[in-house]
């Protein structure tokens, strides 16, 4: 039996070739990364920034476990009155209380269950 040989022609890469390729894959491998991160920061996004701030700034807002059913002529001003018993910034109560509650105005509507901080 004799032994067949194929030869297959070689390609000499010139260095303008291998430069583009080699830039294309850094390219790859970058956009690669950059998607990567930006889930990373979605995901630690979504399972640390949750969490409501306060209006002093030390990062949460705990619930007093009381809730509040706004009545017919109520404010947010004047909930906020009569959570806080006079003591404090009432501006900072009202922050407090919107945070809680998902609010995104100071407006509220009769029969509307609050949680109060």
Do not use: Y
Request: aromatic share 4%; glycine share 12%; with cysteine.
């Amino acid at each position: 039996m004799a032994a067949v040989s194929v030869q297959i022609p070689s390609r000499k890469l010139g260095a303008r070739t291998v430069r583009a390729r080699t830039l294309r894959a850094s390219r790859t491998r970058l956009a690669l990364a950059l998607v990567l991160l930006g889930w990373f920061v979605v995901f630690v996004c979504a399972v640390f920034g949750s969490g409501a701030s306060d209006a002093s700034g030390s990062g949460t807002i705990l619930s007093s476990g009381r809730t509040h059913t706004v009545a017919a002529g109520e404010t947010l001003w004047s909930i906020a009155a009569d959570s806080a018993g006079g003591a404090g910034d009432l501006r900072a109560v009202m922050h407090e209380i919107a945070s809680l509650n998902h609010l995104s105005g100071s407006g509220v509507r009769a029969g509307q269950v609050l949680v109060l901080p």
